[in-house]
Every structure is written in C-alpha cells, then in structure tokens.
C-alpha cells in the first residue's frame, strides 16, 4: 500500500522515502564519544572520565528527519521506531556487540500519558535483530523531571541529578551496556543514566541515540 515518507512527506511504498534515507545515513565524522558532527576524532570538549564511553548516531536531530521522532513521540508513529532500529541494528553490527541493551526509562506519569516508551519501541526490535538481551526495568527513572526541551546545560544537569536508580536485582559487573535512547541534544541524560550503571558495575557503556542534534 502507498505510504507517505515520515520525513518529506512524499508517497510512497516505505516509511521513509529512499532520498530521505540516503541523505540522513550519509557518512559524517564524529566525535568517537559524544557523536558530535564534524569532529575528526575526540572533539576535545568530553572529559575523560565521562560515563559514556563512545556514542552511535544516524544522523542530526535536524529537518526534515526531527519529524521522525516527533511523529514517533507525539504522533504514535511506531513504525518510525522500527525503521530507526532497523538501521541502527545495521550500523551497530560494525562494532562490538553490547552484553545488554537498555533503554533510557520515562517517569511512570509521562508513561502513564504516552502510553509508550519511544525509546523502548526503539530498543525492542533493535535488541532483536542484533540477537542480544534487553530489559526495559532494569534502570529507574527515579522521579518526573521537567522537561528538558527549554533548559540550558546546567539546568539540565541539575534537573537530571540523581534521576537514575538501577535494580537492586540486577547483575552488571563488567558487562557492556547499550543506552538507547531517541535523540541526543546535550547528552545530560544519557551520562547520568550511564553514571547510574557504572555505578552499579557495568564496564563500558554505549550510548545509542537514533538522531543527535548537531
């Protein structure tokens, strides 16, 4: 059946148009830990002792591909979730495959008023076509932050502190964790949710951020 592409909008038989794949996939350099665009080699502005020890991305959080997880978040387009797995299962391959795969939790109310995780209907099928576990409850969102969209850098951090719990079950010495989550803008999140799992033994943590705002 005809489908009308996600990103420009233009009909056709995928859910996002061959054009539109091709320019969001396109090769940039990045910086190895923070995905920053345009950075060959380590960008120079993360610390060595970050959490996150490197970041995947397909592309920058810009237009026309923002509607993707827009629609996804705010439009219940699931199957964007699926498109994005699919092709972050296919750059992921290239590279060490994580022991677990993780996505970042939302608070019970914002899940309650969604009805989904974005960044587990990610996660899920991403785990599966890579062939590796995931758990959805390990990490715990340990309270309804204010949104991060309208904060600065450190408002975020401080919004962000200590928001992180792992389960007291959960068994992560020395593992590989993968944090998946839909867009990376600062990476506030994603460091203290890979503080969070360092801390309760995990050895290296990848961040996996469908798209990255540039």
């Known amino acids: 059946m005809p489908s009308a592409c996600l990103a420009c909008t233009a009909v056709q038989r995928d859910v996002v148009c061959a054009a539109c794949a091709a320019r969001l996939l396109q090769p940039v350099p990045r910086c190895p830990r923070c995905a920053t665009p ?35 978040k705010f439009g219940g387009q699931l199957p964007a979730a699926a498109w994005l797995a699919e092709r972050l299962a296919h750059a992921m391959r290239d590279d060490a495959l994580p022991d677990l795969l993780v996505p970042i939790p939302l608070s019970a109310s914002r899940l309650a008023e969604r009805g989904f995780n974005q960044a587990w209907e990610i996660g899920r099928p991403l785990a599966r076509r890579l062939g590796v576990p995931a758990s959805p409850s390990m990490l715990w969102r340990l309270r309804d932050t204010a949104s991060q969209r309208t904060l600065d850098l450190p408002a975020r951090l401080a919004n962000l502190r200590q928001a992180f719990s792992v389960s007291p079950a959960a068994r992560l010495d020395g593992l590989h964790i993968a944090l998946v989550d839909d867009v990376m803008t600062t990476g506030a999140t994603l460091r203290e949710a890979a503080r969070a799992l360092k801390a309760h033994g995990a050895a290296r943590v990848t961040a996996v951020a469908a798209l990255r705002t540039p």
């Open 38 to 72: 345009h950075s060959h080699g380590p960008c120079g502005q993360c610390a060595d002792d970050d959490p996150i020890d490197t970041t995947l991305t397909l592309g920058d959080y810009t237009a026309p591909f923002d509607r993707l997880i827009l629609q996804l």
